[in-house]
């Protein structure tokens, strides 16, 4: 082997192990970047993430005064003429519903009319709660529902009459039914927290109801 070869040979390597520094360098320039931006986000989510109302779901629901209804199912009916089996319960927790066609989802907040259980299932398929009282109520009782569960900071929440049950409230949500013999903050604010929006129950969850 004569001495330019030898010469190229060692140029060669030594070009080799300087490109082999340099990519360490670099690569230790990234992962020092890397960590202080992990550090300062794990800084700044330690500031912020307990003011939010962020919730991490299971399937697991808690004991409470509300009840499992037999789960029917879920379906679109064409319209509301269409014959389908009885729901389980009154007012309905499960079942087939109507679709935006026919105005379903209904929009949140208080209605002064009787809604049907196969439109108010869309809103519970969405994870919406309904809050249902006797008709006939006392006013006082119904002012008391709109005042409590009316307004900017309440949503996919939605309050009407309903002709078919004998005790004052009922609470549903998808697949689970609260009833009531008197009006009590705490119970409904407890069957919200549990059951509004619970991904874990309500079919169509990502497909959000009317806001209007």
């Given at each position: 082997?004569?001495?330019?070869?030898?010469?190229?040979?060692?140029?060669?390597?030594?070009?080799?192990?300087?490109?082999?520094?340099?990519?360490?360098?670099?690569?230790?320039?990234?992962?020092?970047?890397?960590?202080?931006?992990?550090?300062?986000?794990?800084?700044?989510?330690?500031?912020?993430?307990?003011?939010?109302?962020?919730?991490?779901?299971?399937?697991?629901?808690?004991?409470?005064?509300?009840?499992?209804?037999?789960?029917?199912?879920?379906?679109?009916?064409?319209?509301?003429?269409?014959?389908?089996?009885?729901?389980?319960?009154?007012?309905?927790?499960?079942?087939?519903?109507?679709?935006?066609?026919?105005?379903?989802?209904?929009?949140?907040?208080?209605?002064?009319?009787?809604?049907?259980?196969?439109?108010?299932?869309?809103?519970?398929?969405?994870?919406?709660?309904?809050?249902?009282?006797k008709q006939g109520a006392p006013e006082e009782i119904?002012?008391?529902?709109?005042?409590?569960?009316?307004?900017?900071?309440?949503?996919?929440?939605?309050?009407?009459?309903?002709?078919?049950?004998?005790?004052?409230?009922?609470?549903?949500?998808?697949?689970?039914?609260?009833?009531?013999?008197?009006?009590?903050?705490?119970?409904?604010?407890?069957?919200?927290?549990?059951?509004?929006?619970?991904?874990?129950?309500?079919?169509?969850?990502?497909?959000?109801?009317?806001?209007?």
């Amino acid at each position: 082997m004569n001495k330019n070869t030898k010469k190229y040979k060692k140029n060669i390597q030594k070009r080799i192990n300087r490109e082999k520094r340099q990519k360490t360098k670099k690569i230790r320039r990234i992962l020092a970047f890397s960590s202080i931006g992990a550090i300062g986000l794990l800084f700044i989510l330690g500031l912020v993430l307990p003011g939010l109302p962020l919730k991490f779901w299971n399937n697991d629901i808690p004991e409470g005064d509300w009840e499992y209804v037999s789960n029917m199912g879920w379906g679109i009916l064409p319209n509301i003429d269409v014959p389908h089996d009885p729901y389980t319960s009154k007012p309905a927790t499960s079942g087939p519903f109507l679709d935006e066609k026919w105005g379903c989802p209904v929009s949140w907040g208080y209605h002064d009319d009787i809604l049907a259980d196969e439109c108010t299932l869309s809103n519970l398929a969405r994870g919406g709660i309904m809050i249902h009282y006797k008709q006939g109520a006392p006013e006082e009782i119904v002012e008391q529902l709109k005042s409590t569960f009316v307004g900017s900071n309440v949503s996919e929440i939605t309050i009407a009459p309903y002709n078919d049950m004998d005790n004052l409230i009922s609470l549903t949500a998808w697949n689970y039914i609260d009833r009531l013999d008197e009006f009590d903050t705490e119970r409904i604010w407890k069957f919200i927290d549990v059951f509004l929006n619970n991904p874990t129950l309500s079919p169509f969850y990502a497909k959000k109801g009317h806001l209007d």
